[in-house]
């Protein structure tokens, strides 16, 4: 009996033996074929690379192929309808550079000129624009067109505006201030309802006179319109003041009425100015057009 068993165990721990010797057999199998796996893809990234190469020098010969002096001349023109100038420049630059003795030169030479007369006009457009509001601005962008365009004809215009220069600001900036001087009349006088003409005053006997005009230029007449003289000292400091009614009463609208106001004199007194009021009223918006 011991005998069979001893016989049974042995037979299982061969039958064990032969078991682990197989599994060993098929990691190792396995193993290899994960490595043939990696060496095949190994080579076909490789062949990947190299076609990428090829690819891009493919791309690149092309590139030279379409590289003609025709085609650069092309794009100069297609930049030409869009009034690109400083793309035509600058792709009539790269086919001389390419090129120089292309039978193509002369007309990108012309171009490239044409260009530049437009580039020059764009720049003196705007230095006279400057010169009209009475910028001293205006010098820098003329001395870059003499600069950056000295063969154009437009340079010779910037070098003639250059010397007048200043006396060409000066009198744009003499007419914009009349300008403004004007606008601010016109919004002054829009908000006013009464417009002095005249004033004036001096000293009579012991007496300081004011006297002048006023017109009304409301749509409506103006009852008891008083008329108060303001004098102040040489500081601006206040001395005295004195009204009287202005002599038409009503006065009606487009209607120019005069007055006369009179105070006590006062060697103190270094200027006067004038107001209006109504009777028992508030001030009368006036504007003065006789300054």
């Not at 417009?195 to 009304?216: D, Q, R």
């Not at 106001?261 to 009368?284: S, Y």
Request: glycine content about 6%; some cysteine.
């Amino acid at each position: 009996m011991g005998t069979k068993v001893q016989s049974a165990g042995a037979i299982a721990l061969i039958a064990a033996l032969l078991s682990t010797a197989g599994c060993n057999q098929g990691v190792s199998d396995a193993s290899k074929a994960a490595d043939e796996c990696r060496a095949r893809a190994d080579l076909l990234a490789n062949d990947l690379q190299n076609a990428n190469v090829k690819i891009l020098e493919l791309q690149e010969q092309i590139v030279r192929l379409s590289e003609t002096d025709q085609a650069f001349l092309d794009k100069a023109i297609a930049a030409e309808t869009e009034r690109a100038w400083g793309k035509v420049v600058a792709i009539l630059d790269q086919l001389l550079g390419k090129w120089p003795n292309s039978s193509l030169a002369p007309t990108a030479r012309k171009k490239i000129a044409a260009a530049n007369e437009e580039l020059a006009a764009v720049q003196l457009d705007e230095a006279e624009r400057l010169i009209s509001v009475g910028s001293d601005s205006a010098k820098q962008v003329l001395e870059g067109i003499v600069r950056d365009y000295p063969k154009t004809k437009v340079a010779s215009k910037a070098k003639a505006s250059l010397g007048s220069l200043s006396s060409q600001i000066a009198k744009a900036k003499k007419k914009r201030e009349a300008e403004e001087r004007e606008q601010y009349r016109r919004l002054a006088r829009a908000g006013s309802v009464l417009e002095v003409t005249a004033f004036g005053w001096s000293k009579e006997y012991s007496y300081a006179i004011v006297e002048g005009a006023v017109k009304n230029i409301s749509s409506q007449s103006l009852r008891n319109v008083e008329a108060v003289a303001i004098f102040e000292d040489k500081s601006g400091g206040f001395i005295t003041s004195d009204s009287a009614l202005i002599e038409y009463n009503p006065i009606l609208a487009g209607q120019s009425s005069p007055f006369r106001v009179g105070a006590r004199w006062n060697p103190a007194m270094a200027t006067c100015r004038i107001e209006f009021k109504q009777l028992m009223g508030g001030e009368l918006p006036v504007f003065h057009s006789w300054r």
